[in-house]
């Protein structure tokens, strides 16, 4: 039988179902090509790129159509899938955060077993938005770093 975890973020509470294992097939087969493309060689920016827009959208909708949320405490309930746009306009953290939530419903033991949890990726992210921000070598006139 398939769980349902109800988790808050941001505010919102988020009712997140467990997904069918055909679903939840297709979902593996796409987060294992971004673990093994990033995670496993310690980049989170390698991670990111092998992300698509269609992953995400993928990813995204698969999960929706398993979630309702509420606003008010659980007096109204909605379905995810119906009122994305609205739910997630301007709250991209709070869509990802999400999104990590539905991962841990369906995937949190698998994904434990790679050693992929929140304080990894935490630690991944980290270490790549310092290698951004580090001051990279001057560019000679000659176009090459001096």
């Not at 920016?45 to 979630?67: E, I, M, P």
């Amino acid at each position: 039988m398939r769980k349902s975890v109800t988790k808050d973020i941001d505010g919102i509470t988020f009712t997140i179902q467990q997904l069918g294992a055909k679903d939840g097939r297709r979902v593996l087969t796409r987060i294992t090509k971004v673990v093994g493309s990033g995670f496993a060689g310690d980049s989170f920016a390698a991670a990111v790129q092998a992300l698509t827009d269609a992953d995400v959208d993928f990813l995204c909708d698969t999960f929706a159509a398993n979630t309702t949320y509420s606003e008010d405490g659980g007096q109204h309930t909605y379905e995810l899938a119906k009122l994305f746009d609205e739910i997630f306009a301007d709250k991209y953290g709070t869509m990802l955060r999400w999104l990590w939530a539905c991962l841990e419903v369906s995937f949190g033991s698998f994904l434990g077993e790679l050693g992929i949890t929140p304080g990894v990726v935490s630690e991944l992210k980290t270490k790549a938005m310092a290698a951004m921000a580090a001051p990279s070598a001057p560019i000679s006139s000659s176009g090459s770093p001096s």
